[in-house]
Nanobody
């Protein structure tokens, strides 16, 4: 059984940084795209960032150079480095991996508040 285990969320002040991690456990193969999505209360889920197996990346428009996504294909792990966080970044961040099947993490809360 495949599970995506996320870590790194928490409470941070505006302007601060957090690093999210997501590691896949279990038998998981041929993962092409890894990514992060987020959902704030009362809002739809939106793309934060994705990265392909070849290293191509795409970010949501709101990122504006503040976040960096990276991955380790051998370890089936993806990270999201978030800098210059704003209160509007408060949301549940979920990891996603796409191969022959779709896999989702349970989500980790990120709260940006003073």
């Amino acid at each position: 059984q495949v599970q995506l285990v996320e870590s790194g969320g928490g409470l941070v002040q505006p302007g601060g940084s957090l690093r999210l991690s997501c590691a896949a456990s279990g038998a998981i193969f041929r993962i092409n795209v890894m990514g992060w999505y987020r959902q704030a209360p009362g809002k739809e889920r939106e793309l934060v960032a994705i990265i392909t197996a070849g290293g191509s990346v795409h970010y949501g428009n709101f990122v504006k150079g503040r976040f960096t996504i990276s991955r380790d294909n051998a370890k089936n792990t993806v990270w999201l480095q978030m800098n210059s966080l704003e209160p509007e970044d408060t949301a549940v961040y979920s990891c996603h991996m796409k191969g022959p099947y779709d896999y989702w993490g349970q989500g980790t809360q990120v709260t940006v508040s003073s």
